[in-house]
């Protein structure tokens, strides 16, 4: 069921409510605070809201009018909105009859397919509303969601709001650049949290104080180094995914999955820079400008990378730059692609029996040369390989060649944690063979170790075979 999601300027509107039953009771309950008009019709009303704690008297409210008798047709003059809550369905027949033909918007309570509206759960941090609704489909679902997110937004966020609409102008005069004034809002509302227990005065005077000490230079603009992580969405950081929404301009490689680039601010600026194995684009000396050209523009910059953007993505490089500029930079750490396949193959990275330490590298490095081998790999390690697909065959020969045995177990593991993952396992004698005969594209991770025979594949491979043979 389609709706169309609106929220209705309460003193604008005189509300019925048909019917003495909790629904009905509900219904005042969560109208009264809005300001809007309430007419509650129903014999046994009186008694209903008192047992309640409805009654004008009680709530101090004076917009609630109580007819303490049967419906009247004329209950609905001057009505803009009705919700029937009656446990009598001839009755109810007769209300939503009447209802319709003066063609009024009419909820049924919890029916509906008899209503041409419902009402969505709720909650509010004082001047901020939020709304969840499923065309009535799905209401625990719903509920579920409303308590999840009600339990995110701090009960200060609406004292904050309220102070900020305040002194919404003062701080326009005070930051008159519009990214820089987003910005401002944006940090104030990551630490929401500091304004817990004050009085709306007193945070009004801090956002104002706040905004005389805003920095308005030409370096006001700030970067972040983002972690996208090896591909799923569902494993970004929160801070990850408010980074994305906050950004102006948003630079990311070819590794960003297309899943997480849906995450970012529908007007944010996209740049593919176009990153890969033996391809570097624009080249880093590009990447480096154009984030350092966009900070000094006052922009909110996020560096995208695949992974953990500390982890063998020339982030050294990069920080360089900003830090020559003076430019605000934070980290935010992302899952990486040794961390997300670990999970998806079930390969314990370190394990008692198999190892007690992992190294990670990267298949090639700046000039070319590969890493001393011997040391890296071998009985009671384990070899985490970055960009190691083309190298595959130098991989295993040198280590081979260092005495790591050939029929040290490998796993392969393309677009690890997406959709499309594929997972290979063989020898590190076959490495080569492996990636070739699988065509294996970037990105892939290459493990090497004993651990890998812990692969949840294997496992249950090798009780399949177990079973077969018992059953032969």
């Known amino acids: 069921m389609s709706s169309i999601p609106v929220f209705l300027t309460s003193e604008k509107h005189h509300i019925l409510i048909v019917g003495t039953t909790a629904a009905a009771m509900a219904k005042v309950g969560l109208f009264t605070p809005t300001g809007a008009r309430i007419s509650v019709v129903g014999t046994g009303a009186q008694a209903a809201l008192k047992d309640a704690g409805l009654l004008p008297e009680d709530t101090g409210v004076s917009t609630v009018i109580v007819h303490d008798r049967a419906f009247t047709e004329d209950d609905l003059n001057g009505k803009t909105l009705v919700y029937i809550a009656l446990d009598d369905e001839l009755a109810e027949e007769r209300v939503l009859r009447l209802t319709t033909a003066r063609k009024l918007p009419v909820n049924v309570v919890d029916k509906p397919l008899k209503s041409t509206f419902t009402t969505p759960a709720q909650f509010s941090r004082g001047a901020l509303q939020v709304a969840f609704s499923s065309g009535g ?15 995110l937004l701090p009960p200060s966020l609406g004292v904050l709001a309220s102070a900020a609409g305040a002194v919404r102008l003062r701080v326009k005069s005070l930051i008159p650049d519009a990214t820089r004034r987003r910005l401002f809002w944006d940090r104030l509302y ?17 956002i104002v104080d706040a905004a005389r000490n805003h920095r308005m230079g030409a370096t006001t603009g700030q970067v972040q180094l983002v972690g996208a992580g090896p591909g799923d969405p569902d494993l970004l950081t929160i801070k990850a995914h408010r980074a994305l929404q906050q950004a102006d301009v948003i630079v990311y490689d070819r590794l960003v999955s297309r899943d997480v680039l849906a995450l970012a601010r529908r007007d944010a600026e996209l740049v593919f820079v176009g990153k890969r194995e033996g391809d570097h684009g ?17 922009r909110r910059v996020v560096r995208l990378k695949g992974g953990d953007p500390l982890l063998f993505a020339r982030a050294g490089e990069e920080l360089a730059a900003l830090r020559a500029h003076d430019i605000h930079i934070e980290v935010v750490p992302g899952i990486s692609a040794f961390q997300g396949i670990a999970a998806t193959t079930q390969i314990p990275l370190t394990d008692r029996e198999y190892s ?8 090639h490095l700046k000039d070319g040369a590969y890493k001393d081998w011997a040391r890296l790999a071998g009985e009671g390690q384990t070899l985490a390989v970055y960009m190691g697909v083309r190298g595959a065959g130098k991989i295993s020969s040198g280590l081979i060649g260092e005495g790591v045995k050939a029929s040290t177990p490998v796993a392969v593991v393309e677009n690890g944690t997406r959709a499309n993952e594929r997972r290979f396992y063989g020898t590190l004698e076959g490495l080569a063979d492996l990636v070739a005969k699988n065509d294996v594209k970037s990105p892939a991770l290459l493990l090497i170790g004993d651990v890998v025979r812990n692969a949840a594949d294997l496992a249950w491979a090798e009780k399949e075979t177990e079973r077969l043979s018992a059953t032969a």
Do not use: H
Request: glycine share 8%.
């Open 190 to 206: 990551d630490n929401a949290g500091q304004y817990a227990d004050l009085s709306q005065d007193d945070v009004e005077r801090l």
């Open 137 to 151: 489909m799905a209401p625990v679902f719903v509920r579920r969601l409303r308590s999840s997110l009600e339990k």
């Open 282 to 298: 624009i080249g880093q000396d590009g990447i480096n400008k154009l984030i350092v050209d966009e900070a000094l523009k006052g």
């Open 356 to 363: 007690s330490s992992i190294t990670l590298v990267t298949g």
